[in-house]
């Protein structure tokens, strides 16, 4: 292996990735949203809900990385994208659900405890797991928070691994592995 590849990092991520209706649907409420706030929108092929941030990782720990999330064991669900609200302290505006299924935290935690295991660290910032879709940044202050309507329902069948790389007009978002959420035998989540 050479010296470079050796050294070689990737920044990566865990996240719902949403469906392409939900995606295009959100990305025109960025769209709206930009309209009135200023700011950034988020293209729609990049929306996503973050479960889990790592950074940094060298290239040749990805494996361990996958083998890790691989080992989560938690139920598909549902829950419904029907707020939109505004963090002043980043500028961000952003599209959530007032009544978080207990799934969804069950499954960042999982996912969290999985990774401290095999010696991955997970950025929470200072307040933990805040789920969220970032859909403007830079935003105006005084940007009211709303519930969204329509509201958005999404079928949550597996999260991804998501590589970030800058590029020149934004991130670009490239999904490494897709990990299944297990459906019960019914067939219903
Ligand atoms: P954000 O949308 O609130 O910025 C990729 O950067 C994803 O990871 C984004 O959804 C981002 O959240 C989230 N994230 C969480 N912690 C992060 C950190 N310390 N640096 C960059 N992104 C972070």
Not at 75 to 81: E, L, N, P
Not at 119 to 144: I, M, N, Q, W, Y
Request: aromatic residues 8%.
């Amino acid at each position: 292996m050479s010296a470079e590849a050796a050294t070689a990092t990737a920044r990566v991520f865990f996240a719902l990735w949403p469906s392409s209706v939900n995606a295009e649907a959100l990305g025109e409420i960025a769209r709206r949203e930009a309209a009135s706030a200023g700011g950034k929108p988020t293209r729609p092929e990049t929306i996503h809900l973050t479960l889990a941030f790592i950074g940094d990782v060298a290239e040749a720990r990805l494996p361990a990385l996958i083998n890790a999330a691989a080992g989560v064991s938690c139920s598909a669900f549902s829950f419904v994208i029907d707020q939109l609200a505004y963090w002043p302290h980043n500028r961000i505006r952003w599209a959530g659900c007032s009544q978080p299924p207990p799934e969804l935290p069950a499954l960042a935690e999982a996912l969290r405890s999985r990774l401290l295991a095999a010696d991955f660290a997970v950025d929470r910032g200072k307040s933990g797991f805040l789920p969220h879709l970032t859909l403007l940044r830079k935003c105006r202050e005084g940007v009211a928070d709303l519930g969204l309507s329509p509201p958005l329902a999404w079928q949550a069948d597996e999260f991804v691994l998501v590589r970030s790389q800058l590029a020149a007009g934004g991130s670009q978002y490239r999904v490494l592995q897709r990990f299944p959420l297990l459906r019960d035998e019914g067939g219903k989540s």
